[in-house]
């Protein structure tokens, strides 16, 4: 026995993978993309890759992390010397990702304090804070650091740290424990709320309206799966890292699922929830709904302080436990990014947890500096845009054809997988990693750099 870190329970792990999935991503970046992508038709792309590469592909990395007992460029180089680098490459990511994440969870952080008084300005959109901020970097300067997230970004820092210090079981896993229940909870009050406002039924009609025409075309299937691999975490590293601190009988498949639809679960919700106050807003201004639908950090930092304060009562609630959900889906994930790339230089340079803490999230809190400020802030769309449309689903296409064709690991997986879940993986696990996602994504990318080129 070595003496790697374990989860205590199996709902410990499920909440921490549940904690990973279920991030920002769901609430602001789903029902924008859906929205932009065809609407109601859009599920259909999106279903397809989370059936036939998001779900597939977690099953691997959670098999990958436990058969290999290491983070991603460990178990990377067990399965075959000199391939290290591909773990090395999803750390990177997971490391960039981390360094603007923090930074919306800053601003949600501070949105929650200010939402005591609905102290975020007044208005129509162009008035509120977040305008302001963009407004600078529009004129290609830097600006200076956006007033009143530095502090929430030290505090998101030490959070995250401090959990991350306490280690795999008495910190990632307890956060989670509470954390997660915590957010499906609040997050369901504002749904319910959301659904009840005068005009919700128009925003709902926008989102599920479905345009057919859209999914004939590759950038609308490179968004479904760019958002599969985003919000569930795949591709990154995290969850082969997750997964390797489970201890030796853990049902992997069984798992796998449930994080999956959990994720996916959420995700519909905060379509239905957004979309809801989107329609109730468009109603209190006598638009149509898709004059008002935004995503991103216009959604959630100035459509949504508008929305709240036209809320017909207790708008210092609704807002708090808005931008208070934000806090905690951010911060679950973020724990989570940060453990990858600390976990793989714990193992590279053989440091204890606490060094490597300090310093692999240290340089990622110094560099999150650069997107508090007004410049960065306009570079953390494009960042987040860039990083799903080509580092993600590139991430995703090595690992899978890595895994199905260069070193052939299936089967092997897949008997590790058999031997401790309750479900068997059936034929349909391979054909989707060997031939239907390679060939998916094999063709996205080539349509996309084609684009490029052209
Ligand atoms: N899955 C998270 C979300 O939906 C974000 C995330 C991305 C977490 C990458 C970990 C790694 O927001
Ligand atoms: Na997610």
Redesign the pocket.
């Known amino acids: 026995m070595d003496n790697r870190p374990q989860w205590g329970t199996r709902a410990g792990f499920v909440l921490a993978a549940i904690g990973?999935?279920?991030?920002?991503?769901?609430i602001w970046?789903f029902p924008g993309t859906a929205y932009d992508n065809g609407g109601g038709a859009f599920f259909l792309p999106y279903l397809f890759a989370l059936l036939t590469a998001g779900i597939p592909i977690l099953i691997m990395e959670f098999t990958i992390g436990h058969k290999n007992r290491g983070s991603a460029p460990l178990s990377y180089a067990r399965v075959r010397r000199g391939s290290e680098w591909m773990g090395w490459w999803q750390v990177i990511i997971?490391f960039v990702?981390s360094t603007y994440?923090s930074v919306i969870i800053a601003w949600a952080m501070s949105y929650s304090v200010f939402s005591f008084n609905l102290s975020w300005g007044k208005g129509s959109t162009v008035d509120f804070l977040v305008s302001d901020y963009l407004k600078v970097s529009k004129a290609g300067e830097m600006g200076s650091l956006v007033p009143g997230v530095l502090i929430p970004l030290i505090i998101t820092w030490v959070v995250t740290l401090a959990i991350l210090f306490a280690g795999v079981k008495k910190g990632i896993e307890k956060a989670n424990k509470i954390m997660i229940p915590a957010l499906v909870i609040l997050f369901l009050i504002i749904v319910v709320r959301a659904v009840t406002l005068p005009g919700a039924i128009d925003g709902l009609n926008a989102f599920f309206k479905p345009n057919w025409d859209m999914i004939a075309k590759p950038q609308v299937w490179v968004a479904a799966y760019g958002q599969i691999f985003?919000?569930?975490?795949i591709a990154?590293a995290?969850m082969i890292t997750y997964s390797s601190y489970l201890p030796k009988k853990s049902d992997i498949t069984n798992n796998a699922f449930i994080t999956g639809f959990a994720?996916s679960s959420v995700e519909l919700l905060a379509g239905i929830g957004v979309f809801a106050a989107l329609g109730f807003m468009a109603n209190q201004q006598g638009v149509p709904v898709d004059e008002v639908v935004k995503s991103g950090v216009i959604l959630a930092f100035a459509v949504f302080p508008e929305i709240i304060n036209q809320f017909p009562a207790l708008n210092e609630l609704f807002g708090f436990l808005f931008f208070f959900c934000l806090v905690l889906?951010?911060l679950s994930?973020l724990i989570?990014?940060v453990e990858t790339f600390i976990a793989g230089v714990q193992e590279k340079f053989q440091l204890s947890r606490k060094a490597s803490v300090a310093i692999g999230g240290g340089l990622s809190a110094l560099i999150s500096l650069f997107f508090a400020t007004q410049g960065g802030l306009n570079f953390l769309d494009v960042t987040d845009e860039f990083i799903n449309q080509f580092g993600v689903a590139l991430a995703g296409l090595f690992e899978v054809v890595f895994f199905a064709w260069f070193v052939k690991q299936l089967n092997p997986l897949k008997q590790h997988a058999d031997a401790i879940s309750d479900i068997r993986l059936g034929a349909w696990w391979k054909i989707c990693l060997s031939i239907i996602t390679p060939v998916v994504l094999g063709y996205m990318m080539y349509g996309k750099l084609k684009e490029r080129i052209i």
């Open positions: 990973s999935a279920v991030g920002l991503g769901n970046r997971a990702i994440y985003f919000s569930l975490s990154f995290i994720n889906a951010g994930s989570s990014i």
